[in-house]
């Protein structure tokens, strides 16, 4: 039996709820809570409408919610004692088929979640994709998601059953997504092309990236543009537009990653206007503008040290001085682009003329938890944060660990503690301030001596230069004074600062619009990460529509998520924005 | 001209202020103050008044003391107005004969340390050894020194003029070291042998530590002992006593050392007892007792990292399961002793009866900066510290720097700085207490990802084991607090836990009384690091005197530092409590 949107508006309130009532676990109170809501303009509103209701419940009755469920591959499954709904989805993760030692498995760690939680484990067992996961998948997130602490688990439920109660919506209304499934198979597909075993590593000019770039051009051609891949590797497709002097709206992201990365950071930018372009061409649907997808060819700097490779070709700013530059093989850049049939003299004719571009609007994962933490789809980037790196080197003395009393130390890393501890503290002080220590050291330390040197690194970022630089300064006070009472030496080396780049107000105002149209609030974020918006900023306007990031907004990581439904209302959005685009006055 | 101390002592107090002028540079006063302190039972008291006044002056005074010394090489020395001593002093470093870049060198180094400082500085030239230092050490001394803070420049530079008179006192009393130069000069010709260049590192069987254990042997031999090497690699020498029946006195350190460590850890204590059995021997003096020095094979575990190698085999403890662990190159501990031509299936026999065993004295450079603060050539060890040591794990979430909110991040660098900065707090709280963290590491640390993982050791030691063992459970009980509140997971592993060893009080009231007989004051202090005696502690009696250690206290370094003089009032200590040794009731 399916419904439509429509009906639901219109019907009873009873029968809404009625309706409804397979959606949450044996909790009629979220339907009846949502009811004097309707209209609902999309499905996204009414998603978001019912996950309000359990989000701004009290936590009893959140915690009533997640008691309703049951346990997986539980009692109550055994007794056929589940829901009609929790009985499929159950079965179609084949937990009806455990092995004895999955099952015995599986039957621990329900004892001992719910011990130490005092609430059952739920995952939406279909998983991001729909597609559901395998047996051995769930006792994984399981047996990860049993080492985190309550307050987070306890979010984590309610998280699941948004998710569960979004794809028994899906089938209450025969909801097909038009994009989402495309994307996220793209993204499967070419994360089994990586330079490592287990592990997405797709490294600039390496036999996975050049087939990973050959895959994107199949995917333009076969979705009706000119693709071109241009002499530093980026895949460049053109959906063409029939108006006479069109400029061009350009889109895109990169296809390289990081060791050990995500599926999604860079090729969700690339693969949802490929599934957009796709379905505009089938349509015959033409755009008043020249519409042109970049899979840019490095953004990372994994192999060759060196980031947004790909942009700064395309803004004209490829230092060819790299091109000297050697991998930890000894191969240089130029080799390597050689190898791989590129002629590097044609590098600087990729350089685009900003006369004709009419902006850049790029998608990307958000790589963090703020979308996650306010249950919200998508969010408009307002600024790309610029970085500010230092390298910082701590000398105090290196002197025995048991006969050097307390106050008679110089220990450097002591000094760094310190430093770090302020980092963060003043850092907390912004909202959109982030400063992070992620290399830290005691070259050759021994048990025991007192650290005669500390070298750790410092990035600072910020949506705008001044906020950051006002923290950075601070922080560069402080280890002088941190340093001079400790009588430590310190050297700093400043590796990086990068200005932010702020968003154009054109632009988020009509994605914007866009998402509002889609039934989504309008959130606005600024992005901590770097992205190719930042270089193409350079040359023209440019605006980001993020994503939602499951798994706690982790990213670099295998565990980086997304769900089919998120790339489908970020795909639609873009969509929309397209079809409604008005180039700056 | 020399005099005598006798005549000092009996001088009208004119003609003592008179003679003692050239001591302290155009500072009558100092002298003036000390001799109402007469009679001087020794050179060694009478040193110990005049540095008593200086260091009880006020810090003008003290001050006005520093002034009155002369530029290095500066203006006073180009145009002869230097006091004799001064002038001789300065032309014996060869500063007389500066090349142009080093006269350069030395007057800018002569006015930034003037600038910073207000004063000038001074180092005595004759240096440590009495033997002057070369320029070019001269210069890096003060290419060094000019890094330190103004309080610690200040008693430096008093330390030095304590020095200096030091050495002016030996001439003017015609005063001849009888041990001292002796142990300095064959520190020398041991720290000359090294398993790399540039740099002294005796690492277990390595040929250096063959080549040293073959010296030590010799020196016994000539000092009139009966020598083995034994199975381990100890080097045994008996002096033995004509009583019959007579048992055993032991004595000894270890002459492994760390990597890139000192001449003197270790060391002094083999070197130091040889000098007095050879100066016995000599005179044809004999002891109503065996004396035993032991130069211990191993202390330091920097090879196959277990410490204690040599002592253990000594009490019957070395554990032959050791002979299967490997070094960095893959070689055991059986493969490295075989091929030094030692037969271990002999190490039981190693074992010595402790009937036979009157106790064990060992001497040791401090290792610290107590002795140096107090101004005392040698202090009386009252226990032993035991140390117990940890590793942990701290375990985060690696996300992106950039994304991550501080709100929303479970980094495991910051939590190992507050746990730093904790173990700091906590080990100042009891005198003895010392705690530090000298591993410390991010693995695959990334500047722009927040540290998942932190990894780092914990050292915490006192003179007895409650007090120490009420800081360790704070520590473990605030790394909880602080891995709970961050929402981080650790591992403790810990891998150390040895008992403190208490001195025995009737050895060190016979040593108290000896140091008392030399014109010293008993000052009785912790030894905060480990020591051969720990391990002798298990089957007799043990005591323990510590020889000042120079440059703030820094051992486990190339900077480690000993005057002869020291190494003379220990060995003069040692020889009086060796004649006057009664054994225990």
């Known amino acids: 039996m399916t419904t439509t949107l429509d009906y639901l508006n219109h019907a009873s309130a009873d029968e809404f709820v009625a309706l409804l009532s397979g959606i949450y676990e ?141 794809l028994r919506l899906n089938d209450l209304l025969g909801h097909c997504l038009q994009f989402g499934n495309r994307i996220m198979a793209c993204s499967e597909t070419l994360a089994a092309w990586s ?10 000019m390496t036999a996975a990236h050049q087939k990973t770039a050959a895959q994107l051009a199949l995917w333009m051609r076969e979705a009706g543009m000119q693709v071109t891949i241009d002499a530093v590797g980026n895949v460049v497709g053109r959906y063409l537009s029939d108006v006479a002097n069109a400029k061009t709206l350009m889109t895109g992201s990169h296809y390289d990653t990081v060791c050990n990365g995500g599926k999604y950071d860079g090729r969700e930018g690339i693969l949802l206007p490929i599934a957009i372009v796709k379905h505009l061409h089938e349509r015959g649907e033409k755009l008043p503008f020249h519409f042109e ?74 790589q963090g938890p703020v979308l996650l933490g306010r249950d919200l789809p998508v969010g408009i980037v307002t600024s790309i944060a610029g970085s500010c790196r230092y390298l910082v080197e701590l000398t105090g003395v290196a002197s025995h660990a048991g006969t050097t009393p307390m106050t008679m130390r110089k220990d450097a890393g002591a000094a760094a503690a310190e430093i770090i501890l302020y980092i963060e503290e003043r850092c907390a002080q912004s909202p959109s301030l982030v400063g992070t220590v992620g290399q830290l050291q005691v070259p050759n330390g021994s048990v025991n001596v007192i650290p005669g040197v500390c070298k750790f690194s410092m990035d600072i970022r910020a949506a705008d230069d001044a906020t950051r630089d006002a923290a950075v300064a601070d922080i560069l006070q402080r280890i002088q004074a941190i340093c001079q009472r400790r009588n430590i030496e310190f050297s700093l080396n400043k590796v990086i600062a990068a ?65 089919a439904d998120d790339a489908e209302v970020s795909a639609q959005i873009l969509l929309d924005f397209l079809r409604n685009f008005k180039a700056k006055e």
């Open 195 to 204: 330079d490592e075993e287990n592990a997405l590593t797709c490294a600039y």
């Open 293 to 366: 997808i970049i899979g840019f060819a490095e953004e990372e700097g994994v192999r060759f040290k060196s980031t947004f490779l790909g942009s700064n070709a395309i803004i004209g700013q490829f230092d060819l001085a790299l091109l000297d530059k050697c991998d930890a093989d000894g191969v240089t850049m130029r080799e390597a682009l050689t190898a791989a049939g590129h002629d590097v003299t044609a590098i600087p004719a990729i350089a685009r003329n900003p006369a004709d571009i009419l902006g850049f609007v790029e998608v990307h994962i958000e």
């Open 26 to 166: 044996h909790s009629p109170w979220i339907p009846q809570s949502a009811e004097a809501q309707r209209p609902f303009a999309t499905l996204a509103a009414l998603k978001l409408a019912l996950q309000g209701v359990v989000s701004s419940a009290a936590e009893s009755a959140q915690l009533a919610l997640i008691l309703a469920h049951p346990e997986l591959a539980g009692k109550a499954a055994i007794a056929g004692e589940l829901t009609k709904e929790s009985s499929e989805e159950q079965a179609q993760a084949g937990l009806s088929h455990c092995s004895p030692e999955e099952f015995n498995r599986l039957h621990q760690l329900n004892a001992d979640y719910k011990t130490k939680f005092g609430f059952p484990f739920i995952v939406a067992v279909k998983g991001p994709d729909g597609l559901g996961y395998t047996r051995s998948a769930i006792i994984s997130i399981f047996s990860r998601r049993i080492k985190n602490q309550r307050d987070y688990e306890l979010a984590e439920c309610l998280r699941q059953i948004s998710r569960i109660a979004e």
């Open 499 to 563: 200005a932010a780049a702020p968003c154009a107000s054109w632009l988020m105002q009509q994605l914007a619009a866009a998402t509002a149209r889609a039934g989504v609030p309008v959130l606005e974020l600024p992005s901590g990460a770097g992205h190719d918006a930042m270089a193409l900023a350079k040359i023209c306007d440019v605006a980001m529509l993020f994503t939602r990031c499951g798994n706690g907004g982790i990213s670099h990581n295998p565990l980086e998520s997304m769900t």
